[in-house]
């Protein structure tokens, strides 16, 4: 089955910030009070000095978490990031990082760069985390909440670096919760496919990349990644529509990335097969052809062999390599799925348990 409110495939999205553009000093340098007072007003009811709860609460919010969201700057772009322990480490988008090995942050309210090399980059998520090459006094780590928590309606708060504008907060709310996302495939980025993702309405821009989706708790629950574009107007924005990867996902592999250097377990689910996109006659996409079987994997173990086309997950159809992707990403490790596939022109089915996609 498909996770609640997921979607098999997500098309006309870009990258919402490894290369935002630059401002001037006195843009960048745009206080924390002065993103809440924009935030705030931005809200009918929430006029200055009017005692206005909400206005009250973004201001706190903002107070607690601002300082713990930074700028990262690389030879190519910037991008935003989060800081998450008191000994240096920053959690941030893989895109955001590219190449790099070494990089400037910028913290809250300050102008003063410091140096972060990178410590390990996991783009099958789209994360990766850099650490400071000296921790100064009073960092402070943000908090990350529980995605399972996370409802349609919650106001939510993005902070980043929008455009090179440092320490820019905006509000939205949660749109919707459990979507399965393909990232374009740019420089530096080889694109990934996102399960579970937090849809919101709060303004992502380039430069907000990696920086934080909030609630009101005071509580990161996504990282910003995505934007949404509209392919009818060349690639323009779509307002109200980005894309935020779950504090879960966060915590789990930047831990991995911290411990091990590396992702030990993926959580994503797998077939345990090689495969291509398979094209008909008329050259038209019509599948995924299987290239190389895992000894003794899922798919092994249910019978599939080499040059089977599938054509479906279960209810979900399956086109090409990236749809058979993204229909896997929105399942969990130990799933049992019914596999279409066609063989020797014959269609044919296997119940199949998935494993757990290996990483490198």
Request: proline share 5%; aromatic share 2%.
């Amino acid at each position: 089955m498909l996770a609640p409110g997921a979607v098999a495939v997500l098309t006309a999205l870009v990258l919402a910030g490894c290369s935002g553009g630059s401002s001037s000093d006195s843009s960048s340098t745009e206080s924390g009070s002065q993103a809440a007072s924009a935030a705030a007003a931005s809200s009918p009811t929430a006029q200055p000095g009017s005692g206005n709860q909400l206005q009250s609460d973004y201001l706190r919010v903002i107070k607690d978490v601002l300082p713990s969201v930074v700028q990262i700057t690389t030879a190519s772009g910037l991008g935003s990031g989060i800081v998450y322990d008191d000994k240096g480490d920053i959690v941030t988008n893989a895109h955001v990082v590219g190449t790099a090995t070494t990089f400037t942050v910028t913290l809250a309210g300050s102008t003063k760069p410091l140096d972060a090399a990178l410590v390990a980059s996991y783009p099958d998520s789209d994360l990766a985390v850099i650490k400071l090459s000296s921790t100064p006094d009073g960092l402070k780590p943000a908090s990350f909440g529980d995605s399972t928590k996370v409802e349609l309606g919650q106001i939510t708060l993005a902070m980043g670096s929008p455009l090179g504008l440092s320490s820019s907060v905006t509000q939205g709310i949660v749109s919707a919760t459990g979507r399965t996302v393909t990232e374009p495939s740019t420089q530096g980025s080889p694109g990934a496919v996102i399960s579970n993702m937090v849809q919101t309405s709060a303004a992502i821009n380039p430069g907000n990349s990696g920086g934080a989706l909030v609630n009101l708790d005071s509580q990161v629950i996504g990282i910003n990644t995505l934007a949404a574009t509209e392919p009818q107007t060349n690639g323009a924005a779509a307002p109200g529509i980005g894309f935020a990867i779950p504090a879960s996902t966060v915590t789990s592999i930047a831990d991995q990335l911290i411990k091990d250097g590396k992702v030990t377990n993926s959580g994503r689910a797998a077939l345990g097969i090689t495969a291509r996109t398979f094209f008909d006659q008329n050259f038209r996409p019509a599948g995924a052809v299987v290239v190389a079987v895992a000894a003794g994997g899922p798919a092994d173990a249910a019978g599939l062999q080499v040059g089977d086309v599938i054509t479906r997950i279960d209810d979900t159809a399956v086109d090409s390599l990236n749809s058979l992707t993204t229909a896997l990403a929105s399942l969990a490790p130990g799933s049992k799925v019914t596999v279409t596939y066609t063989r020797d022109g014959q269609s044919k089915t296997a119940d199949v348990t998935l494993g757990t996609l290996e990483t490198p």
